[in-house]
């Protein structure tokens, strides 16, 4: 129990020290995490980086058997910024009121998810 207060206390003081060491990451850095079946593969968030809308286009929606996707963006200290549900194969999702960084995107669809990284421009 010791060595976890010790851990987190440390990225704590961190955190503190050098805020934006998290966005400290190369944006040319591909970052996808899959869970689940390929169903979520093909999925486009255009632009990236974005400035005022993300666009999602999920290549592999069935009109004839319309499943819903629950959209979570959260910044890259974890926070929740939006979440929405979707039934359909293109949406956009508004970052203008979003700080610039990175946002982490999951996409959910059944017992399958995605997470992909974003960046926000100015």
Do not use: H, W
């Not at 010791?2 to 966005?23: E, G």
């Not at 850095?29 to 968030?45: H, P």
């Not at 979570?72 to 203008?96: A, E």
């Amino acid at each position: 129990m010791k060595n976890i207060r010790l851990a987190l206390s440390l990225l704590f003081v961190l955190a503190l020290a050098a805020p934006n060491a998290l966005n400290a990451v190369n944006p040319d850095d591909e970052f996808s995490m899959t869970i689940g079946t390929d169903e979520l593969k093909n999925v486009d968030l255009f632009p990236n980086p974005v400035k005022t809308f993300l666009n999602f286009d999920l290549n592999d929606f069935n009109e004839d058997d319309p499943a819903t996707y629950t959209i979570t963006v959260y910044n890259s200290l974890g926070r929740m910024m939006v979440t929405d549900k979707f039934s359909v194969r293109s949406f956009k999702i508004d970052f203008t009121s979003f700080n610039a960084g990175f946002y982490f995107v999951e996409i959910v669809c059944g017992e399958n998810k995605i997470t992909r990284r974003i960046q926000k421009d100015k």
